[in-house]
Nanobody, 112 residues
């Protein structure tokens, strides 16, 4: 059974950091494009970053470039999103995606 479970969300002050993890079962993260998305109420889900299955090529949305880093751990079959210098506009529910499957999401709130 394919399952993606996010964790690591929470509340931080502007300028703070969080590390999101996505535990994957049912397929290998090393074999598929893996992505992080986010969504705020009333807006469409938007892609934050993705990581290709070969060559470890990464791509980031302009609004997170230089602040967020996507990576995977093949041995643990997990996907990670390191988020630094968080700003209030980063407040959203963050989702991981792979194998055409979504996780349930984890809330990130940035406020002073």
């Amino acid at each position: 059974q394919v399952q993606l479970v996010e964790s690591g969300g929470g509340s931080v002050q502007p300028g703070g950091s969080l590390r999101l993890s996505c535990a994957v079962s049912g397929f290998s993260v090393s074999n598929y494009v893996m992505s992080w998305y986010r969504q705020t109420p009333g807006k469409e889900r938007e892609r934050v970053a993705y990581l290709t299955s070969s060559g470890d090529i990464t791509n980031y949305a302009d609004f997170v470039k230089g602040r967020f880093t996507i990576s995977r751990n093949n041995a643990q079959n997990t996907l990670t999103l390191q988020m630094n210098n968080l700003q209030p506009e980063d407040t959203a529910v963050y989702f991981c995606r792979g194998f055409a499957t979504w996780g349930q999401g984890t809330q990130v709130t940035v406020s002073s």
